[in-house]
């Protein structure tokens, strides 16, 4: 997905779609998996000084099984 600089976001990640129009990545078949942010031509200052440019993506765990998930 592509976002703005200054665009904020969320997705859902789940082994069904949620039933709200979201953002939703598939997790189905996915065992143990680990989730990677890519930034594409980052600014001179996020090169040299990334904690302080960058505010991280925050990631909250709402359930882990099958049954409590979305």
Known sequence: TKMGETERWSA????????EKELWISSR??????????IYRPSANLQ???EN??????????????RGAL
Not at 13 to 19: G, L, M, N, T, V
């Open 48 to 50: 040299s000084s990334p």
């Open 12 to 19: 859902i990640i789940a082994p069904r779609k949620p039933e």
């Open 53 to 66: 440019a960058l505010v991280p993506p925050s990631i909250k765990k709402l359930a882990c099984t099958e």
């Open 29 to 38: 078949n996915a065992g143990h998996f680990d989730l990677t942010l890519r």
